[in-house]
């Protein structure tokens, strides 16, 4: 069985992402965002960096299910997708309408995208590599 193309594509946008955000960690600025990632996922008390350094390594671990076709790889992929999409929804029904817009149709498209190739996750063997 070959790996469908979108999830590919998926997992290669959160590498990238994962990069960005561990590398932003290192040079973070304060006053860069109107809401800091840790606001965001409703945990203002844990420092902005430990929150990106979290998040980048829980979205390469997700990858590596997701690209492997592993089960958990799926339901990890829509569980965030599905928390990403409310909170970047409930950013825009607040006074932050413009960044968040992309960020939910992007929940929205990889949700609905990994539950259409559902069965490739749920077969018997994974991919070797």
Not at 90 to 116: A, D, R
Request: glycine fraction near 6%; charge should be positive.
């Amino acid at each position: 069985m070959k790996r469908p193309l979108g999830v590919t594509l998926i997992s290669y946008f959160y590498i990238f992402g994962a990069i960005v955000l561990l590398f932003t960690a290192m040079f973070y600025d304060p006053n860069a965002n109107s809401i800091d990632i840790a606001e965001r996922f409703a945990l203002p008390n844990i420092p902005e960096r430990l929150t990106r350094v979290i998040l980048a390594l829980f979205s390469l671990a997700m990858v590596y299910g997701y690209i492997r076709l592993k089960k958990w790889g799926f339901w990890t992929m829509v569980t965030y997708s599905v928390v990403f999409g409310i909170i970047s929804s409930l950013l825009i029904s607040g006074s932050f309408h413009q960044p968040y817009t992309g960020n939910m149709i992007f929940s929205i498209v990889v949700l609905t995208y990994t539950i259409y190739v559902k069965d490739s996750f749920f077969l018997k063997t994974s991919l070797p590599y």
